[in-house]
């Protein structure tokens, strides 16, 4: 018994250090959101300031080929498929993770994945000289493809390598690097800057640097240790990237934890998409994906964006100012994002997602009513803009980032990938369900269409606050244990074991049956 308290005191001694920012993890987390996360969000609003300069563009074209102007009905079906086709990639892209992640790892898929952004991003800059626009709209599918793939499988990597009580923070890096391309985008499209006629290709081409940068760097990070000792079965490997990662040599307990983890799935092998939706097991995870990554898109973020500039318009602000002022807001949406890094491991995930999404529910709510009553009240207009900034905040800090940490923590190895890959299949389907349906909805109701989505944001809060568990500082296993109970699976344990526990560095309980030798 006196070596096993030195063996729990050696551990407590060392957990302490296992959960430290290194620079390789730092370094491997910015490159990894710069080159992946950033053209994500990058490309969501690259295309909304020089969409008239395009337009023109695409009339000319036309012009030029057939000697007719074109038609304007024809005209705003190429539009709506330019925006629409981001989406639609999106939703393609999603559907490769499961493949991609699983023959080609982690790392590898996102050096594979750059291709598709330094191909469109070379189409897309080349479109003006090559007079075609034809190849604009093949371009953001492309790079749909390639946002589809880098939001699901940058969470699932850094995720991976994280320690438990940083993975939150880290886990919404990539989130914050989505805003803070969608910033960069809006400032860039500024009319001054490359908003205009002469300077949109170029603002569209920009997106294959941080691809470029990413191919260059990356291959010389590791690869996720869970992947290389779980998938490949290759321990050495696994070991020297996880002493890489923590900064020291003695990673023992954190492999014991991985392998624990292994030998749990042995018997189950890798979960197909199908495979994953039959099995009761991961009911409620599965479940808890679906409502939260819908909740995440159906909750009125891209309506909201749509009406900001109308919003600002009716409280005096100058339409040459407008670009300015959303600019401003792409900005607090950074800010609050880069809060919810700080506040998500002190907090919590559960927390933030309540709070998130509560905030969005009556900022909708109250939005509804002062849209309705500007023209006769007039400082409703002003409320309107409070509550546009209410909500940006309430998205950035739960409903936005939180999710997609979520997926990596309530699955393990074997079932993440088809995890991923249905989730970010409901988000990005959603997402475009949401582009096609609002206009329509906004056309029919108005601002009562906030209203719909004040529902969408209720029904999320009251699915988490009874279903969706805390997963701050927990290991992947202990998770597990937690969602088995919700999904009346039986965990293999009896009274004898429970007093033998073994508390390792990570934090994960080990069940530890004692010989005669360790007395």
Same mark, same amino acid.
């Given at each position: ?142 790079? /749909?493809?390639?946002?589809? $793939?880098? #939001?699901? @499988? %940058?969470? +699932?990597?850094?995720?991976?390598? !994280?320690?438990? &009580? ?114 009761? /097991?991961?009911?409620?995870? $599965?479940? #808890?994906? @679906? %409502?939260? +990554?819908?909740?995440?898109?159906? !909750?009125?973020? &891209? ?121 970010? #299949? ?94």
């Amino acid at each position: 018994m006196k070596l096993k308290r030195e063996k729990q005191e050696s551990s407590d001694c060392n957990e302490g250090s296992k959960g430290k920012m290194t620079l390789l993890l730092a370094l491997v987390t910015l490159i990894s959101a710069f080159g992946s996360s950033f053209q994500y969000g990058y490309n969501v609003s690259v295309i909304n300031s020089p969409a008239l300069y395009m337009q023109d563009f695409y009339n000319r074209t036309y012009f030029n080929r057939s000697g007719v102007p074109m038609d304007s009905g024809f005209q705003t079906l190429l539009w709506s498929l330019t925006v629409s086709m981001y989406p639609l990639g999106g939703l393609f892209g999603s559907l490769m993770v499961w493949p991609l992640v699983n023959n080609c790892g982690r790392k590898g898929t996102l050096l594979i994945n750059n291709l598709f952004s330094i191909a469109a991003a070379t189409l897309m800059g080349t479109s003006e000289l090559a007079k075609t626009f034809e190849v604009i709209i093949l371009s953001r599918v492309i790079i /749909g493809i390639y946002a589809g $793939l880098a #939001s699901n @499988v %940058v969470p +699932m990597f850094l995720g991976e390598m !994280s320690p438990k &009580n940083l993975r939150g923070a880290i886990g919404v890096v990539p989130q914050l690097f989505i805003t803070l391309g969608i910033l960069v985008a809006q400032i860039l499209g500024l009319n001054r800057i490359l908003g205009n006629d002469e300077g949109w290709p170029v603002l569209l081409g920009l997106t294959g640097i941080p691809s470029l940068i990413q191919l260059l760097i990356l291959p010389f990070f590791p690869e996720s240790p869970r992947y290389l000792l779980i998938q490949k079965g290759n321990e050495e490997q696994a070991r020297q990237a996880l002493q890489k990662l923590r900064g020291w040599d003695d990673v023992d307990d954190e492999m014991e934890e991985i392998r624990q983890e292994d030998r749990s799935e042995k018997e189950e092998g890798h979960f197909s998409v199908l495979s994953l939706c039959t099995f009761r /097991g991961l009911r409620w995870q $599965l479940i #808890s994906i @679906v %409502v939260m +990554m819908m909740g995440q898109q159906l !909750s009125g973020v &891209n309506a909201v964006f749509y009406y900001a500039d109308r919003i600002f318009q009716s409280a005096g602000v100058d339409n040459n100012n407008v670009q300015y002022v959303t600019v401003s807001i792409g900005a607090i949406n950074v800010v609050m994002t880069l809060l919810a890094v700080f506040i998500v491991e002190s907090l919590g995930r559960r927390i933030l997602l309540l709070a998130g999404f509560g905030l969005c529910c009556v900022s909708c709510a109250v939005l509804t009513l002062a849209l309705n009553l500007q023209t006769t009240v007039s400082w409703m207009s002003y409320l309107s803009i409070v509550c546009v900034i209410v909500y940006i905040i309430g998205h950035a800090i739960g409903a936005s980032p939180i999710p997609f940490v979520m997926i990596t923590e309530m699955f393990l190895q074997s079932s993440r990938p088809a995890a991923f890959m249905v989730g970010g #299949s409901v988000h990005w389907l959603c997402n475009f369900t949401v582009g096609l349906v609002f206009l329509y909805m906004e056309a029919g109701l108005g601002p009562y269409s906030f209203l719909i989505f004040c529902a969408i944001c209720l029904a999320t809060i009251v699915y988490i606050f009874f279903i969706v568990p805390e997963t701050k500082n927990k290991t992947f296993m202990e998770i597990n244990k937690i969602m088995a109970k919700r999904n009346k699976v039986e965990v293999q344990e009896d009274k004898e074991e429970f007093e033998d526990f073994h508390t390792v560095p990570g934090g994960q309980v080990e069940k530890k049956e004692i010989s005669s030798s360790e007395l």
